[in-house]
């Protein structure tokens, strides 16, 4: 129950006819070129994974330390620029 290939003569005559034998070659030309670009863009897409999964890992030994406090967290401070004056609180 498949295509015989009478019935794809008789198609690829048609289309022949439609769309004649340039544009039936600037499409193939086209499809593949794209094709072929495709093909280059998923080869350097995996040497790029490939390249990133060598990597070494982030150290998380720096996580289980506890964290230096700055000067604005351990007073509560903030600094100001030095060209506002200081606001009194009383």
């Known amino acids: 129950m ?24 600037n499409v193939g030309s086209d499809l593949g070129s794209a094709l072929k670009g495709f093909k280059k863009a998923v080869k350097d897409d995996d ?26 967290s351990a007073t509560g401070k903030t600094s100001q620029p030095k060209s506002q004056k200081p606001v009194d609180k009383e």
């Open 47 to 72: 040497k790029d994974d490939a390249s990133e999964s060598t990597k070494e890992d982030a150290d998380f030994e720096s996580l289980a330390k506890p964290a230096v406090k700055t000067d604005e």
């Open 2 to 25: 498949g295509i015989s290939i009478w019935q794809a003569l008789i198609v690829l005559a048609v289309v022949i006819l439609l769309f004649g034998t340039s544009r039936l070659k």
